[in-house]
């Protein structure tokens, strides 16, 4: 009955209509083979990258996750978590044990030293870019064992199915894309399986691993919050509507109690799990869940009326103690700036925050809020498939689904905050679609089923039969079955009438189980079955694309094709940092903007004063205004910093968007946040940024207009930026500071050198100096460094 | 082995200082021509002499000093003397002789010699043909040191225009082969000509030993200066068909310094004069039917290399990521594999691998080599021949799912240049079996863990064999069992009743109104007996405590399926009555639709009974 279907869709389909006809017979089996398949597919979709790139670490994240995982392979466990790093944030450098979430590293370093040990030699670089498929495919399996919990088998297939190739997921988790969303997406779907699972058995053993899931979810990423404040929105739900059992308790206290003793052991986490806000609303909710544990306690030995006498006793008591304790408390909270709250989730509670206060965490493009289209390309025909899943999920409302729909709405929510939380919605989306899709899939084959003559009385029959000739001792005639089938094709017309009467009298008797209800028309059922296959068809072809063409360039590598189909690969990145790596010195500082600070660290070994991990605004305000500064200030900024070499990016030559002088604004902005002398509209003119002759004169002067188009002129002789799609303002200058001492083969990167300090000569350097710098000087005396 | 050598070497030179000390004055032989023809075409100072030396003592002389200034000894990478046979024309290279490092007594200092033996003593008034061919590295010096993007790369090579050696010469001369390119300058003696490229020193006669007349030529050189620091060649045999090749380079422009700034706007508008200093890639010859060929580096793949190949050789250009300039450092990884019967042959009952020592690359200095062959697992009796003095050393590799490791043979060397391009052996003896080991591990290891699942499922690992649960366990699986069969028997049933309806079929079609009514007594005698069957069953069921909940479906079920067979009975006798009575089939469907009806009901219920059942 299946095969059609599953030829067309995969196991989508199967688990809809395998599972139901054949769950008797091998249903688990299927099962168990579908989930083996989900979970090839899932890794196998992710390995574009590989084959169409290289088998390299991508992006920016991702290096500096593989650089802490090759400490850690080099140098043991307690060399990592005591590892101070000097290459980075010169001079302050970086606590990295304890300012790490180290789950994907240990995990990595795990299964490294884990095959290593049976002399298998992959290297490190093999296993952090194969981590996230495998665990993509782990993901897969989690949905399955979490749908299974909330809807049954079925369901679960379908989600996991979905899952595994779910474009938002892949956007994190293809072969290279080493970070912390690879494994934490996993340990995410796992807990909630495992909260879900103590809720519905009440198991203090699955409680226990909950807590443990919840413990590598901490040391995963920073969005195991979204739990510890999920579980308890779920058991105060939970509550609300009356649900409370002894299985609810189970569930949520032992959580909050080993859960949190476990996130405090992780350095980065510490004290935090139970001193920020993040964390509070858990410890009410462990509150309450006690308050009505004893409630429902003293309920049971009072009798009804001494029980309503210790309500309004406790209730008067219990109203000014709580509002003693939420008045500390509030007192408490208040008195830090931030509300306890740290800057990020405050940007989730309040979209506009972050662009109102910290622009550091708004300059990266994903904390921008996504647009709808962003939606459609990341979950695709899953946005359409969720409300009905959350229709599915209130038929019958249990305490599994209403949790789910909780999931589901609230993640809707972040993901409209932070394009990069869509990551979180994914998963939801997938489940709640896996169940409308189940549920979708058994009404309606069970209405062909019932309906469709050929099939309608015999089928049963058939596969009883079957069963019985493969199962059972009795030896049955083995012209039964072609006979039945006969019988089937003599007299359809007959059957056909009675069915009908059947129907006639099946709708209306009540005896009749809640499924006999739900039968739709047989055409528009094959009609609706049609359309889903289409439906899943077309999301199957669009993750496959998501999955090879939007999501698999690794970033540091970049290729076109050039008209006649050749491929042109653009390696400019790693020439530089390769450069940089073997003819610089080893203790050569290297400034650039902070996107870079992770690829340089980890590709060219080289210190940087600022990386990817923004912990310190002030000293990438430094750089920022170093930036943005004329050239003698920035060579003051950077001397002073011990800078010997500086690089920008830059996509002139051959139209690369993603350059420093797109970027630059930030710099300007989080430069000028910290140092007042560095203003915006200095560099605007009339509220645009140009770099045409239209531009102001601050902008044509500062230092990174000058490294970018330094002899850009003379590559074409007109200056025409491709990027910005014009000619550039200020042609023919040159550097008095720095030299260009590497450019690579795309111009995509350029590097240049501080020159020394030029040699006094008395009386004439005073006089050439103040000729030279009359206008700029006056303005800015005093103030252009902000380190001395 | 190592050692033994060593010691023999040891013997050698007691020898050898014995017979320089035993033997007469040196001059006992003299020179009578010395050619010498120096090829500065390349990073690499060749330098090919021909000296033909006569016997003009008294006693005969076995072995012949060379002289190289200590300066120059220090870059020496190679040096070969070879026997020349016949005259004239017919002039044929032979016998290459034993080159030995000597140390004779009495000698001037900063010279070192090098003994070349002789085939057969030279007798009184005999002479002998020789050509011997030395190679020097780093010979060239770039002068000025430092030199900008734009600037040519001038490089000094210094020697003496007299040949040194510790016998009188009769006549010799000396020239010089330059790149094309412009001459600077060069220190001008008698008898110095220059021609085009080339720079010819002599004819000078009857120079008594150790004459030395340094000259220097300084002139331009832009060719690559390619130098390997480090090399380290790794040679993985497999005999699952394959050699794998991996060479780790760490390349150094060792050219003139590259100073100031690097622009890439000149380098790429006028390469030829703006970077004339710096070389954009290396070639590498690799042998043919090369294949899975990779070029990376430690951050991945460098996308700029080209191969060809033909029947003789495997060609890969590869440029590095950028272009060298002076002192400019690079470092990268190739690979290939090849395919083992071109390079592991079988004699004696020993294998061996016959494999070229040197870097495939064109014209690279190699500082330092480091060769590793990587035997397979299970390889015994090594052994290494080599046409030249390696240090040589054993270590283990653990590589793929090894338990013992593979043995690995280190052979080391300083200075190789691409003369040492030759082939050397490491013989070994493998079992051919060992191949199999691997495989065969790997299946004992999944067939135990299959034997353990099956283990595992089938064992009854409870540690309490009289606990509650474990009694409660025990209950319910008799339950689930007696359960079954129930099941099992409601089946045998549901069939019996197709054969009964089969058997109506059957009559409205051949209207065999006896065969049908034995029909039925069959299916009744049947269906009694199954419904006896299915008595102690239901009992068992009843008395057990852990069914209780399952009884009343189950008992349900039984009743329903006996309700559906005196049903059936009552159709089937309805319509083979009528069939006597020879009633319409309109007539007799209306008498039997009321049954029909309850029936397709019954087995609806039944149905979902079983289902339900099923689910617990």
Redo the contacts between chains.
């Keep these: 009955m299946a095969s059609p279907e599953s030829a067309v869709n995969g196991p989508t389909m199967t688990a809809g209509a395998a599972s139901k006809s054949l769950r ?1 017979a091998f249903g688990g089996v299927i099962a168990f083979i579908i989930l083996v398949l989900i979970g090839v597919l899932a890794f196998s979709i992710r390995l574009f990258s590989v084959i169409k790139y ?1 088998s ?1 670490i991508h992006e920016f994240d991702p290096y500096f996750n593989y650089r802490v995982t090759q400490f850690l392979s080099k140098n043991g466990i307690y060399d990592f978590w005591n590892w101070f790093d000097d290459r980075t944030w010169y001079p302050l450098g970086r606590v990295i044990g304890g300012t790490v979430y180290p789950g994907l590293t240990l995990t990595a370093g795990t299964i490294w030293k884990v095959v290593n040990s ?4 992959l290297s490190v670089e093999t296993v952090c870019v194969f981590t996230a498929p495998i665990f993509s495919a782990f993901a897969s399996w989690a949905a399955y064992l979490l749908t299974k919990e909330v809807k049954g088998p079925g369901a679960g297939l379908t989600a996991a199915a979905l899952l595994a190739m779910v474009p938002s997921y892949i956007s994190r988790s293809v072969a290279g894309s080493y970070d912390n969303e690879a494994v934490a997406i996993f340990a995410l779907v796992f807990t909630f399986y495992l909260y879900i699972k103590t809720l519905n058995t009440g198991s203090l053993f699955y409680a226990t691993l909950n807590a443990l899931a919840y413990f590598y979810m901490v040391c995963s990423w920073g969005g195991y919050t979204f739990i510890i404040n999920l579980i308890p929105m779920h058991v105060l739900l939970c509550i609300v509507t009356g649900r409370y059992s002894s299985r609810l308790y189970i569930a949520y206290a032992p959580l909050v109690v080993l859960g949190t003793l476990l996130a405090s052991l992780v350095p980065v986490v510490g004290f935090n799990a139970v001193l920020t806000s993040e964390h509070f609303a858990s410890f009410l909710v462990f509150i309450i869940i006690h308050v009505v544990a004893l409630a429902y306690y003293i309920k049971g030995i009072l009798s009804p009326k001494m029980f309503k006498v210790a309500v309004t006793l406790v209730v008067s008591v219990g109203l000014a103690v709580c509002c003693a304790v939420i008045a500390i408390l509030i007192a408490v909270v208040a008195s830090s700036p931030t509300k306890g709250w740290s800057g990020r989730s405050l940007t989730l509670l309040d979209p506009t925050y972050a662009s109102k206060y910290i622009p550091i965490i708004a300059s990266v493009s994903e904390h921008q809020p996504p647009t709808w289209p962003s939606y459609f390309m990341d979950i695709n025909v899953l946005a359409f498939l969720v409300p009905a899943g959350i229709i599915a999920c209130f038929m019958p409302l249990t305490d599994s689904s209403s949790f789910v729909i909780l999931y589901i709405v609230t993640s809707v929510y972040f993901s409209g905050v932070m394009v990069r939380l869509m990551l979180v919605l994914a998963p939801a989306a997938c489940i709640l679609s896996g169940i409308a899709l189940s549920e979708a899939f058994n009404v309606l084959t069970r209405s062909i089923k019932f309906q469709l003559p050929g099939i309608a ?1 015999n089928p ?2 058939a596969v ?2 079957w ?2 000739e493969n ?2 001792s ?1 030896v ?1 005639a083995p012209n ?1 079955i072609p ?2 089938e ?2 089937a094709k ?1 007299k359809p017309a ?1 059957k056909n009438r ?1 069915k009908e ?2 129907n006639v ?1 099946k709708k209306p008797t009540p005896s009749k ?1 809640e499924k006999r209800l739900l039968v739709l028309p047989l055409e528009a059922s094959v009609i609706a079955v049609l359309l889903l296959v289409l439906l899943g068809a077309f999301y199957v072809v669009h993750c496959v694309w998501a999955a090879a063409e939007a999501y698999s360039a690794p970033s ?2 970049l290729t076109s094709h050039s008209n006649d189909g050749g491929l042109h ?1 653009f ?1 400019d990145f ?2 530089a ?3 940089l790596s ?2 610089t010195d080893v203790d050569d500082k290297v400034a650039s903007w902070w996107d870079y600070g992770y690829q340089t660290t980890a ?1 060219a070994n080289r210190t940087v004063l600022v990386d990817n991990n923004t912990w310190n605004n002030t000293h990438i305000a430094t750089v920022g205004t170093a930036m943005s500064s004329p050239e003698k200030q920035a060579w003051e900024i950077f001397h002073s910093l011990d800078v010997k070499y500086v690089l920008v990016v830059f996509g002139g030559v051959v139209g690369y968007p993603s350059d420093d002088i797109n970027k630059f604004l930030w710099m300007v902005r989080i430069g000028g946040g910290v140092f007042p002398h560095i203003k915006e509209p200095d560099y605007l003119r009339d509220g645009q940024y140009r770099i045409d002759a239209q531009a102001t004169p601050t902008m044509l002067n500062c230092l990174m207009y000058k490294l970018s188009y330094f ?1 850009f002129v ?2 074409d002789g007109k200056g025409f930026d491709r990027v910005r799609r014009t000619e550039i303002g200020k042609k023919h200058f040159k550097l008095t500071h720095f ?7 795309h ?1 995509m990167v350029r590097i240049y050198k501080l020159k020394p300090q030029r040699n006094r000569i008395r009386g004439k350097t005073k006089k050439s100096k103040s000729s030279r710098s009359v206008s700029s000087k006056r303005d800015v005396r005093g103030k252009r460094n902000p380190w001395h | 082995m190592g050692l033994g050598l060593g010691v023999m070497r040891t013997i050698e030179f007691l020898l050898l200082i014995i017979a320089i000390l035993s033997a007469p004055v040196l001059s006992d032989l003299i020179l009578s021509k010395v050619e010498r023809r120096i090829d500065l075409t390349s990073q690499i100072a060749r330098i090919a002499s021909t000296i033909k030396a006569e016997n003009d003592g008294s006693s005969s002389v076995s072995e012949i000093l060379l002289s190289i200034p200590e300066v120059q000894a220090k870059n020496l990478a190679y040096l070969t003397a070879k026997l020349v046979e016949g005259k004239g024309k017919a002039k044929t290279s032979g016998v290459a002789l034993a080159v030995e490092p000597a140390n004779p007594k009495g000698m001037p200092p900063a010279l070192s010699f090098y003994t070349m033996i002789l085939p057969k003593p030279l007798a009184n008034g005999d002479s002998v043909t020789l050509d011997v061919l030395a190679a020097f590295t780093h010979s060239l010096r770039p002068f000025p040191e430092k030199i900008t993007q734009a600037d040519i790369q001038l490089v000094v090579f210094q020697d003496t225009a007299h040949y040194l050696s510790p016998y009188p010469v009769k006549v010799q001369s000396l020239t010089l082969k330059l790149p094309d390119a412009r001459i600077e300058s060069y220190t001008k003696l008698e008898n110095t000509k220059g021609l085009g490229s080339e720079i010819k020193y002599g004819p000078y006669e009857n120079l008594p030993p150790f004459s030395y007349s340094p000259v220097a030529i300084h002139f331009e050189a832009n060719q690559a200066f390619a130098v390997a620091r480090e090399l380290v060649r790794e040679i993985e045999i497999s005999h699952w068909g394959n050699v794998q090749v991996t060479e780790h380079y760490d390349i150094v422009h060792g050219g003139a310094m590259s100073k100031g700034e690097f622009s890439r706007l000149d380098y790429q508008s006028k390469p030829q004069i703006r970077g004339a200093s710096a070389f954009k890639h290396l070639v590498a010859k690799l042998p043919p039917r090369a294949h899975s060929i990779y070029y990376r580096d430690a951050i991945g793949n460098i996308s700029t290399s080209h191969v060809r190949g033909d029947s003789k050789k495997t060609e890969i250009l590869i440029e590095p990521r950028y272009p060298l300039f002076g002192g400019w450092k690079t470092a990268f990884t190739i690979g290939y594999g090849l395919p083992l019967q071109d390079f592991v042959f079988e004699s004696e009952g020993k294998r061996f691998l016959n494999f070229s020592f040197g870097s495939p690359m064109h014209d690279l200095v190699t500082d330092s080599i480091t060769l590793k062959v990587v035997l397979p697992e299970g390889s015994k009796y090594l052994s290494v021949s080599t046409p030249f003095v390696v240090q040589q050393e054993e270590e283990i590799k653990m590589s793929h799912l090894d338990i013992f490791g593979r043995p690995v043979v280190v052979l080391k060397k300083a200075n190789v240049v691409p003369e040492h391009n030759q082939f050397f052996q490491v013989y070994y003896q493998f079992n051919a079996l060992a191949m199999l080991m691997e495989p065969f591990m790997l299946i004992t290891g999944i067939f135990f863990l299959f034997v353990t699942c099956i283990i595992y499922v089938h064992v009854d690992l409870s540690i309490s064999k009289s606990s509650a649960s474990y009694l409660a366990k025990l209950q319910w699986d008799d339950v689930r069992a007696t359960v079954q069969q129930i099941q099992n028997t409601v089946n045998q049933c549901l069939s019996t009743h197709e054969k009964l309806e089969a058997s109506l079929r059957d009559l409205s079609r051949t209207g065999d109104v006896q065969a049908c009514k034995a029909a039925r007594k069959a299916t009744d005698g049947l269906l009694k007996e199954l419904s006896k069957e299915l008595k102690p069953l239901i009992s068992f069921l009843q008395s057990s405590p852990p069914a209780a909940h399952i009884l009343p479906k189950v008992e349900e079920l039984v009743a329903k399926e006996r309700e559906l067979q005196e049903r059936l009975m009552a159709k089937h006798s309805t319509i083979v009555d009528s069939y006597e009575k020879k009633l319409g089939g309109r007539e007799t469907e209306n008498r039997v639709a009321s049954v029909q009806q309850k029936i397709v009901a019954l087995r609806q219920d039944i149905e979902d009974l079983m289902e339900y059942i099923d689910e617990i």
């Design positions: 008797n290289e390299v049976l002399n298998i030699p009385g049963s029959i009883r039969m069963r019985k199962g059972s009795t049955v039964d006979k039945t006969e019988a003599e007959k009675k009467k059947e009298e189980t540091i590598v690969v390696d790693r020439e940092y390769s450069w073997h003819n590709m002899r003379e590559t030299e260009e001492v590497f450019t690579t083969h111009w």
